[in-house]
């Protein structure tokens, strides 16, 4: 198998404002929000890092995406250091996240050069590009509607067709489908299908353990910015169903009663 | 560099197509036409009198040399003789009489006896056009009173005692008000497309979008800063048109006298170069408010104090009348030396060292601050903040 993602004791820690202090409860001014997590992901999978709220779901993540340093450990995508090397790392990567809402002044077409432009995609690659991803995706006759017109549905299918626009082989998805109503988010899990079987490696973060299990080759749990499991799917459920799974892990971690 | 160009495109797109942005970019050229066009009415009838209205009045005994002093006021009117000094004065109450004024019997007979008749003008200080022709008739009635029989001579010649040259006049009234005026309201066309550009990305996460492309930080922040300096720039030159085309008004015409002609071309130049500096500096600064803001709701409470330094620093500049300062270094600090320079220009007190300091200290403040955005653009603690 080849290795597309390997992480390696990737740790951040926080500072805190007062305020920020007194909200999470605690003692110190600083929080440990990855505390050296390592894994890695292969070609053609889609890897799911499971984890409940404030586990540093999040923060890993965008460190793998180089939009935050870690203060200790490093990524590599393809073998590119996301520290050392984040514009060729960025090359390599799409990035995305459910908060993300498009601005809703603009049209997909413009939104989608734009973003091409920024990726410095040639003119000619990003065109037949853009109307392959927009044809296959069901876009092409809305590309020239403002997004703020809509559904959310198509909304969310435009920002993944954006934040692919330089074709990576390596796409990070946080929490695709947080808010998301049923029928959008089955949207949004076929696409991300769809992505694979194109040979994608994708990486995603949620804490919905039914999509998880739909969609995840492999998984990784995270507990207060450590990675308690790691494994395959199917061999992880062999003998109980995942939500078990996680709260055996939970308990034995945090010592609290669930 | 290209991407420096499509990012500033983007922007222009958007600031240009959005009525509710567009609507805040002319609104203050208008709003500054409006009220200085209000001011100059203002002016005029408190100096002149309303022309277009006729003031009535009522009277008791005129004598005939009434009419010439009331020639001397200018005003337009109408005059009646009350038919006693209850229904006069009930009707001063009532709005429908401005003045009554009340000569004693055989008043020009008096006078020329060397008498001392007397006159009682009545009038509603709570009403406008009332007031107005109570300052003037009481002022041309002491006028004349001092010359028929005086007690001793108060500028009594022919002569016009008031030295200032119009074009003085015209300067001071101007001055005094114009830099506070303009500075909010460039500050406020700024704030209009500034507070939101880049808190906005953060809002709905586009900034992560924009940060994972390889475009450099320093790209990102400069193309947005000359996307909203040129906006900005837009809403300048209208403020800056709807400034010159109020100016006649705010002159208030023939009435006072007071004329445009005191300003060259230099004057509108030089005004256009402050203008153009002052707005890329406060854009400059509003973006960095705007970064290191969460929300544009917060964008929006942050700028409110800026605003307010603002305006003190721009009616600093009104403290000392209308003359500019003269101290080269105050000509360092960025609002305050635009303000003065703006003073200075239509004080007719232009000095071209000060307005150099005044460009060159903004141009490297707003240096600074393209500086200051980019090294925010890298700062993950702030891009990213929780
Ligand atoms: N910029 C920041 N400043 C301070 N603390 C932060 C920051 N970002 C994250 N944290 C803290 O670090 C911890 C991990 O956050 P993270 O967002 O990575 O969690 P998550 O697994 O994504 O959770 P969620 O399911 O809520 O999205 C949390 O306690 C969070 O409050
Ligand atoms: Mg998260």
Same mark, same amino acid.
Request: hydrophobic residues 40%.
């Given at each position: 198998m080849e290795e597309i993602l390997?992480?390696?004791?990737?740790?951040?820690?926080?500072?805190?404002?007062?305020?920020?202090?007194?909200?999470?409860?605690?003692?110190?001014?600083?929080?440990?929000?990855?505390?050296?997590?390592?894994?890695?992901?292969?070609?053609?999978e889609i890897f799911g890092l499971l984890g409940p709220n404030g586990a540093g779901k999040t923060t890993t993540l965008r460190i793998i995406s180089t939009l935050i340093k870690p203060d200790d450990g490093d990524a590599f995508i393809d073998g590119v250091s996301v520290v050392k090397n984040p514009d060729k790392a960025r090359a390599k990567l799409g990035f995305l996240t459910s908060e993300l809402k498009l601005e809703d002044f603009f049209t997909p077409d413009y939104l989608y050069d734009y973003f091409s432009s920024l990726h410095g995609v040639e003119k000619s690659v990003a065109a037949e590009r853009k109307a392959k991803l927009f044809d296959r995706f069901g876009i092409t006759e809305f590309a020239h509607v403002k997004i703020g017109d809509l559904s959310t549905g198509m909304k969310q299918k435009i920002s993944l067709v954006i934040s692919i626009v330089h074709d990576p082989d390596f796409i990070i998805f946080?929490?695709?489908?947080?808010?998301?109503?049923?029928?959008?988010?089955?949207?949004?899990?076929?696409?991300?299908?769809?992505?694979?079987?194109?040979?994608?490696?994708?990486?995603?973060?949620?804490?919905?353990?039914?999509?998880?299990?739909?969609?995840?080759?492999?998984?990784?749990?995270?507990?207060?910015?450590?990675?308690?499991?790691?494994?395959?799917?199917?061999?992880?459920?062999?003998?109980?169903?995942?939500?078990?799974v996680f709260f055996d892990l939970y308990l034995k971690e945090s010592g609290e009663n669930v | 560099m290209s991407d420096i160009i499509t990012i500033m495109k983007k922007e222009l797109k958007r600031f240009f197509s959005d009525k509710r942005i567009l609507l805040s970019l002319i609104l203050p050229g208008v709003l500054i036409y409006v009220m200085y066009s209000f001011m100059g009415s203002?002016?005029?009838?408190?100096?002149?009198?309303?022309?277009?209205?006729?003031?009535? &009045?009522?009277?008791?005994?005129?004598?005939?040399?009434?009419?010439?002093?009331?020639?001397?006021?200018?005003?337009?009117?109408? &005059?009646?003789?009350?038919?006693?000094?209850?229904?006069?004065?009930?009707? &001063?109450?009532?709005?429908?009489?401005?003045?009554?004024?009340?000569?004693?019997?055989?008043?020009?007979?008096?006078?020329?006896?060397?008498?001392?008749?007397?006159?009682?003008?009545?009038?509603?200080?709570?009403?406008?056009?009332?007031?107005?022709?109570?300052?003037?008739?009481?002022?041309?009635?002491?006028?004349?009173?001092?010359?028929?029989?005086?007690?001793?001579?108060?500028n009594a010649g022919e002569e016009s005692y008031d030295l200032a040259t119009k074009q003085e006049l015209s300067a001071m009234m101007i001055t005094m008000m114009l830099p506070f005026i303009l500075m909010i309201f460039l500050f406020t066309g700024c704030m209009a497309v500034s507070t939101e550009s880049i808190a906005g990305e953060k809002e709905r996460g586009t900034i992560a979008t924009l940060l994972v492309t390889p475009v450099k930080r320093s790209h990102i922040a400069i193309g947005k800063i000359l996307a909203l300096s040129i906006t900005s720039l837009v809403s300048a030159v209208i403020?800056? &048109?709807?400034?010159?085309?109020?100016?006649?008004?705010?002159?208030?015409?023939?009435?006072?006298?007071?004329?445009?002609?005191?300003?060259?071309?230099?004057?509108?130049?030089?005004?256009?170069?402050?203008?153009?500096?002052?707005?890329?500096?406060?854009?400059?600064?509003?973006?960095?408010?705007?970064?290191?803001?969460?929300?544009?709701?917060?964008?929006?409470q942050f700028a409110m104090p800026v605003m307010i330094v603002v305006m003190a620093v721009s009616v600093l500049s009104m403290v000392n009348q209308g003359a500019a300062n003269t101290n080269w270094w105050a000509y360092l600090i960025p609002v305050y030396n635009s303000a003065q320079c703006i003073s200075g220009l239509f004080s007719l007190s232009f000095n071209s060292l000060f307005f150099v300091i005044t460009v060159i200290s903004n141009i490297v403040f707003v240096g600074l601050g393209v500086f200051a955005l980019a090294k925010i653009f890298n700062s993950e603690k702030i891009m990213f903040n929780k």
């Open positions: 390997k992480v390696e004791g990737l740790k951040k820690t926080f500072k805190l404002s007062r305020k920020q202090q007194k909200t999470e409860k605690l003692a110190d001014r600083t929080k440990v929000a990855v505390n050296g997590i390592s894994f890695s992901a292969y070609k053609g946080d929490e695709p489908t947080n808010g998301l109503d049923v029928i959008t988010a089955k949207t949004v899990t076929d696409f991300l299908i769809e992505l694979k079987n194109l040979g994608k490696t994708i990486i995603i973060s949620t804490h919905i353990f039914s999509l998880v299990e739909k969609i995840c080759d492999r998984v990784g749990v995270i507990i207060n910015g450590k990675m308690v499991l790691i494994g395959k799917l199917k061999e992880l459920t062999e003998l109980k169903p995942l939500e078990d | 203002i002016f005029e009838n408190v100096f002149s009198g309303n022309k277009d209205y006729t003031y009535i &009045i009522a009277e008791e005994n005129k004598p005939d040399s009434f009419d010439d002093v009331l020639k001397r006021t200018g005003i337009k009117y109408e &005059i009646k003789k009350a038919e006693n000094e209850e229904k006069a004065k009930a009707d &001063i109450k009532d709005g429908n009489v401005d003045i009554y004024i009340k000569f004693d019997e055989n008043f020009d007979e008096k006078t020329s006896e060397n008498a001392v008749p007397s006159v009682e003008v009545y009038y509603d200080s709570a009403n406008v056009n009332s007031q107005t022709a109570y300052t003037l008739i009481y002022s041309a009635l002491l006028e004349r009173s001092v010359k028929v029989t005086p007690v001793y001579l108060v403020s800056f &048109i709807g400034l010159i085309f109020s100016l006649p008004k705010l002159m208030g015409g023939e009435a006072t006298g007071i004329s445009l002609s005191a300003y060259g071309f230099s004057t509108y130049i030089g005004t256009l170069g402050v203008i153009i500096v002052t707005v890329l500096l406060f854009t400059v600064i509003l973006s960095i408010v705007s970064a290191l803001s969460k929300s544009i709701k917060e964008a929006s």
